[in-house]
């Protein structure tokens, strides 16, 4: 079957515009439908217990001290404390129970008969379900008074007074006031996840988090439309083959073609300055490893490093220098910036290789925007711990501190900066790529890079529509457009454009072949990855339209992930027929494991964890723990590597990739070893006691402390010890390289038509 590359482009834009008319009505209606934040919360005798202050006060708190990168808010944050949603709920009921015990029988729920303690639970659901404000006032009864007193005591202990037994800091919520406010937040988050929404027969958060004693379990959606994605899944894996096998894509090879050998290649000033990016992402990355190997430690020992509960001389508490949270802060902020920093270097870099044209001044460019970049992390960063303590007055805690809120905490300045800074390199790339974008059509490869560049910078426009005061449900809609569209839409566009783009320059591909893969991958890609994001909504208050809508597009979205697959498995067909001369074996050693585990972490685990009844019970577990890492560091972060060798096989004389061979094994079997030796089973463990005890039990430190629990803990000491060493051989081999790198040649100099000619010929 043949598709022009024109009729490809027409679909693209059609899904386009269907995908800003879905993602723009959803936004509406998140604003429709979000849970009510009361003007009040009156107790049986009309006595204030909080007020609506209250609780936007209490999101504050939430934010500013980063508790969701200690616990989790609607299954959503870090999972080393509890989901304060789930804790919420669980602790209220559990008080409720104590009082109606007391009050009824004179004794304490734990000692009553079973008939008894069946009155009480009936007592308490009956309560629970009685939740409907009226004129912007919860009602609460006398149980659910002395249950919300008993949880904003809970949480000062904990939170305000620190707990070593659960990894929590003196001060981490600097005042008694805080931790109660943020305990309001906790239990009207709680509120909405057991009050049926109006005109509905299920809560807002469609009866989740699993809570028996609370009235909380699966609804007959879940169930209908796991059944419907299953069914999907057979289907869409069909349609992918089929599309693969009958769409007239030619595959990579290496037969018959004059591969460039790098040392051929002339380098210009700008390829040069964009080899310093290469760096500054490993020093980072190093950093980002090592920060994961103490994360995973402070599972084992909650307030200790190997024993050690201060620092040797110091006489520092461990715990209170680097808590967990600004750990998990950090590490995730850092894994964001390698990755984006290596494609920024390698963006700004394939430009002068395709067409050899260096526009005037782009090398001081290119080093201005490391420096700028520099900056942004630096300060981001530093922004992030002294926002935390509490350096910041007024509204700079966000601005210039820590906003928070997962994969989002740098404060708004350097979120402007990063977006500043994408926009910027997406000008500099385009100067670079001038001579191809003047020749070729709209839809031509170097216009996909910049699509896909663009579109991350437009994605991430969608952080700065909210503020710490924003009804979180509307927050987390708009937080996981960046998020989510980011992987699902732009990184996976920008993935197979910019592989495309290397293997045209490797003289693998003809340069039209590659384009109409990017266009039918990206239309595979924006069908189905963006509207994809909807299965983050079932959850977290949003309306339900998005259960259907989630379950269809989440499972379609293994149809662009079978086919980067197929393109990883000939990509190593065409590796394995180069012969032992091909002087780009290690990139595209990265590029096909960056295919591999794109379907295996994003795929497999991604499919599998998205179906409705699944997800019910195991949202916010180690099974999403398990599909993050293996689709952000296995996809993206390979990728990314990939190209930073590949920029650095240019740059480098006397060539050796003995060590990062070396790493790329460390890598890949100490990720293997963490995900599917430690991570997955923990999480499979937790998927059970969710579903047999409820999802704050799964959640709880005792589930945590268990023995078995804690051994598989340990057990991935050595998936993350050999992590470590790959990139520290990788940081080690990046350092060394940089003394032998080329000399930049004069661009007036180099002949004019680019470094691979072939490149801007035609080639129908």
Same mark, same amino acid.
């Given at each position: 079957m043949r598709v022009t590359r024109r009729t490809l482009a027409k679909a693209l834009v059609v899904a386009f515009v269907v995908n800003l008319v879905v993602m723009g009505a959803g936004a509406a209606l998140a604003y429709e439908k979000a849970p009510p934040v009361p003007d009040r919360v009156v107790g049986p005798d009309g006595e204030t217990i909080a007020t609506g202050d209250?609780?936007?006060?209490?999101?504050?708190?939430?934010?500013?001290?980063?508790?969701?990168?200690?616990?989790?808010?609607?299954?959503? +944050?870090?999972?080393?404390?509890?989901? !304060?949603?789930?804790?919420? %709920?669980?602790?209220?009921? *559990?008080?409720?129970?104590?009082?109606?015990?007391?009050?009824?029988?004179?004794?304490?729920? +734990?000692?009553?008969?079973?008939?008894?303690?069946?009155?009480?639970?009936?007592?308490?659901?009956?309560?629970?379900?009685?939740?409907?404000?009226?004129?912007?006032?919860?009602?609460?009864?006398?149980?659910?008074?002395?249950?919300?007193?008993?949880?904003?005591? *809970?949480?000062?202990?904990? !939170?305000?007074?620190?707990?070593?037994?659960?990894?929590?800091?003196?001060?981490?919520?600097d005042s008694e006031e805080d931790a109660r406010r943020f305990a309001d937040f906790a239990l009207w988050t709680a509120w909405f996840s057991h009050t049926d929404r109006p005109g509905a027969d299920h809560s807002y958060t469609n009866d989740w988090p699993p809570a028996p004693a609370a009235g909380n379990t699966p609804g007959a959606s879940a169930m209908t439309w796991s059944v419907i994605a299953m069914v999907l899944l057979v289907a869409g894996a069909g349609v992918g083959i089929w599309l693969y096998s009958s769409v007239d894509l030619p595959e990579p090879s290496a037969e018959g073609v004059d591969v460039p050998h790098p040392d051929d290649i002339d380098l210009l000033p700008s390829q040069s300055a964009a080899?310093?990016?290469?760096?500054?992402?490993?020093?980072?990355?190093?950093?980002?490893?090592? %920060?994961?190997?103490?994360?995973?430690?402070?599972?084992?020992?909650r307030h200790a490093f190997f024993g050690l509960e201060t620092i040797p001389g110091l006489g520092i508490d461990v715990l209170q220098l680097l808590p967990f949270a600004m750990a998990k802060t950090w590490h995730i902020d850092l894994g964001i910036l390698w990755i984006a920093t290596l494609w920024l270097g390698a963006g700004l870099f394939l430009p002068p290789l395709l067409t050899g044209y260096e526009p005037d001044n782009q090398a001081r460019y290119v080093k201005g925007l490391l420096v700028a970049l520099v900056v942004v992390v630096a300060g981001g960063l530093t922004g992030i711990w002294l926002g935390a303590h509490g350096y910041f007055d007024g509204d700079l805690w966000w601005i210039l501190g820590n906003e928070g809120l997962e994969y989002l905490e740098v404060g708004k300045l350097w979120q402007a900066g990063l977006l500043v800074g994408?926009?910027?390199?997406?000008?500099?790339?385009?100067?670079?790529?001038?001579?191809?974008?003047?020749?070729?059509?709209?839809?031509?490869?170097?216009?996909?890079?910049? !699509?896909?560049? +663009?579109?991350?910078?437009?994605?991430?426009?969608? +952080?700065?529509?909210?503020?710490?005061?924003?009804?979180?449900?509307?927050?987390?809609?708009?937080?996981?457009?960046?998020?989510?569209?980011?992987?699902?839409?732009?990184?996976?566009?920008?993935?197979?454009?910019?592989?495309?783009?290397? %293997?045209?320059?490797?003289?693998?591909?003809?340069?039209?072949?590659?384009?109409?893969?990017v266009l039918l991958e990206a239309l595979l890609v924006m069908g189905t990855g963006v509207i994809g994001v909807s299965h983050h909504y079932w959850w977290i208050g949003m309306p339900d339209v998005w259960v259907p809508l989630g379950s269809v597009f989440s499972t379609l979205e293994l149809i662009p992930l079978v086919f980067i697959l197929f393109e990883a498995i000939n990509e190593y067909r065409a590796l394995a027929n180069s012969g032992e001369a091909f002087p780009y074996t290690l990139p595209f050693m990265f590029i096909i494991a960056s295919g591999v585990w794109n379907f295996v972490g994003a795929g497999v685990l991604g499919f599998f964890i998205n179906l409705p009844l699944i997800n019910y019970y195991e949202h916010g577990t180690y099974l999403t723990v398990g599909h993050a890492h293996a689709a952000m560091f296995g996809a993206f972060g390979f990728l990314a590597i990939g190209m930073a060798i590949y920029v650095l096989r240019f740059t480098v004389s006397n060539w050796s990739g003995r060590r990062l061979r070396w790493a790329f094994w460390l890598w890949n079997v100490g990720l293997?070893?963490?995900?599917?030796?430690?991570?997955?089973?923990?999480?499979?463990?937790?998927?059970?006691?969710?579903?047999?005890?409820?999802?704050?039990?799964?959640?709880?430190?005792?589930?945590?402390?268990?023995?078995?629990?804690?051994?598989?803990?340990?057990?991935?000491?050595?998936?993350?010890? %050999?992590?470590?060493?790959?990139?520290?051989?990788?940081?080690?081999?990046?350092?060394?390289?940089?003394?032998?790198?080329?000399?930049?040649?004069?661009?007036?100099?180099?002949?004019?038509?680019?470094?691979?000619?072939?490149?801007?010929?035609?080639?129908?």
């Open positions: 209250d609780v936007q006060a209490g999101k504050v708190a939430f934010q500013q001290d980063g508790l969701m990168n200690h616990g989790s808010i609607l299954g959503n +944050g870090a999972y080393f404390g509890p989901d !304060y949603t789930a804790d919420a %709920l669980d602790l209220k009921t *559990e008080a409720m129970r104590d009082y109606y015990a007391e009050e009824r029988y004179g004794d304490a729920y +734990g000692d009553l008969p079973a008939e008894e303690q069946a009155a009480v639970d009936s007592l308490v659901k009956s309560d629970l379900d009685d939740g409907t404000p009226g004129d912007g006032v919860i009602e609460y009864s006398a149980a659910e008074a002395y249950a919300h007193e008993q949880v904003r005591e *809970e949480y000062v202990e904990r !939170y305000h007074e620190g707990s070593d037994a659960r990894g929590v800091p003196v001060d981490m919520i080899l310093w990016f290469v760096p500054v992402a490993a020093l980072l990355f190093l950093v980002q490893t090592l %920060l994961g190997g103490l994360l995973a430690h402070y599972y084992i020992e994408f926009l910027a390199w997406a000008a500099l790339a385009a100067r670079g790529l001038k001579p191809l974008l003047k020749r070729e059509p709209p839809y031509g490869l170097a216009h996909m890079i910049l !699509y896909a560049g +663009g579109s991350i910078a437009l994605l991430f426009t969608a +952080g700065f529509l909210f503020t710490p005061k924003t009804n979180i449900a509307v927050t987390e809609f708009w937080r996981w457009w960046v998020v989510h569209m980011w992987v699902e839409g732009a990184f996976e566009f920008f993935i197979v454009a910019v592989v495309a783009m290397t %293997l045209v320059s490797m003289n693998l591909l003809r340069r039209r072949s590659a384009e109409k893969a293997a070893l963490m995900v599917f030796v430690s991570v997955l089973p923990v999480g499979f463990i937790q998927l059970e006691v969710s579903f047999t005890q409820g999802y704050d039990a799964a959640r709880s430190l005792a589930f945590y402390n268990r023995p078995l629990i804690q051994s598989l803990f340990w057990a991935r000491l050595p998936g993350d010890t %050999l992590i470590i060493l790959g990139t520290a051989l990788f940081t080690y081999d990046v350092a060394a390289k940089l003394t032998a790198r080329r000399v930049a040649d004069d661009p007036d100099r180099v002949p004019a038509g680019g470094a691979v000619r072939p490149f801007l010929e035609d080639d129908d």
